[in-house]
């Protein structure tokens, strides 16, 4: 049983089944194919999205959308973004025919792809601290209001109890006994008064704390949001090392490859910027922006005839 359950069992069924399923493609002539390895398996830039499970997905087959679906339809035009900035700074890259600009130009995309990296996660890294936050708040006040509602509840019960014996101790009163029943009747009623005051606090308890809050937060929000991360993370370290790699490839040039940075550097980071506005809207923020800006790689500064590497790379 726990070999049939495990997960290595599960990969050889998801092999099995592309298998059957691109044989069958192929014998109905149909020039596509399925591939059962995850996106970080072949290598393909992209975050997964999550599944949607059976509510969701009827949910949104009608045209109703849920969380989960508004989670995946982020993530789909996250990945989509990210496509879309390193296809037009290829294009970009291969504008320049000189060998030197087609350097510095590489050099560029792949600062301008950092960038757009950094920046997202510096945005997700934000929310998803906020969320977290939002989410031990919310722990603290549910706590408060569990305790107030326990000593409400546990003061209700004695006064019920205590009710239930004056009653009950009235009921035996003689008639003749006239000072006693007016003293019970007086303790009933005081009692009483104490018990709706009691039933009133619970009440507005109730109504103070919101058991089912407006904007839920659902454990696969931070889940995703923390792989994405962990892959914006990933990237960027590669991106660091090709960028690195490059310069170390052409250390003989490097005070003409800094010259034409300086030509340059504007034209790329209005492209890189550009996008992300586009991509951000009303969103964008020109603090995340400056930081992941200044978490990129560049080329260091020339001092006396050495080179001085002044950049680290930050994540």
């Not at 019960?157 to 009747?185: G, M, T, Y």
């Not at 008064?193 to 696969?220: M, N, T, V």
């Amino acid at each position: 049983m726990a070999e049939w359950n495990s997960k290595d069992s599960f990969f050889r069924w998801r092999e099995s089944w592309a298998s059957m399923c691109n044989q069958a493609l192929r014998d109905n002539n149909i020039n596509q194919q399925i591939d059962h390895r995850s996106y970080e398996e072949q290598s393909i830039n992209k975050v997964a999205s999550v599944h949607l499970g059976s509510s969701a997905y009827q949910m949104e087959k009608r045209g109703e959308h849920t969380d989960l679906g508004n989670l995946n339809r982020e993530i789909t035009e996250d990945n989509q973004f990210l496509s879309e900035i390193e296809e037009r700074i290829k294009r970009m890259e291969e504008m320049e025919t000189e060998h030197l600009n087609q350097i510095n130009a590489k050099l560029e995309g792949l600062r301008s792809k950092y960038i757009a990296y950094a920046y997202e996660r510096l945005t997700l890294s934000a929310a998803v601290s906020t969320t977290e936050n939002q989410k031990s708040n919310e722990a603290v006040i549910a706590k408060t209001y569990a305790e107030s509602m326990e000593q409400v509840t546990v003061a209700l019960e004695n006064f019920l109890k205590s009710l239930d014996l004056k009653k009950q101790e009235l009921e035996l009163c003689s008639p003749l006994q006239v000072k006693k029943r007016k003293e019970l009747i007086e303790e009933i009623a005081r009692t009483e008064i104490e018990i709706q005051s009691l039933y009133d606090r619970r009440e507005k308890i109730f109504k103070a704390y919101k058991a089912d809050p407006s904007d839920p937060i659902f454990p696969e929000f931070i889940e995703t949001k923390k792989h994405r991360i962990a892959f914006l993370r990933s990237e960027q370290s590669k991106i660091n090392t090709e960028f690195w790699q490059l310069v170390e490839d052409n250390k003989e040039r490097l005070k003409e490859l800094r010259n034409l940075r300086y030509v340059n550097r504007n034209q790329w980071e209005n492209f890189t910027k550009g996008k992300l506005k586009e991509h951000y809207q009303k969103n964008f923020n020109q603090s995340t922006w400056e930081k992941a800006k200044a978490q990129a790689p560049d080329i260091s500064e020339v001092e006396g005839t050495g080179i001085r590497n002044n950049k680290s790379h930050r994540r």
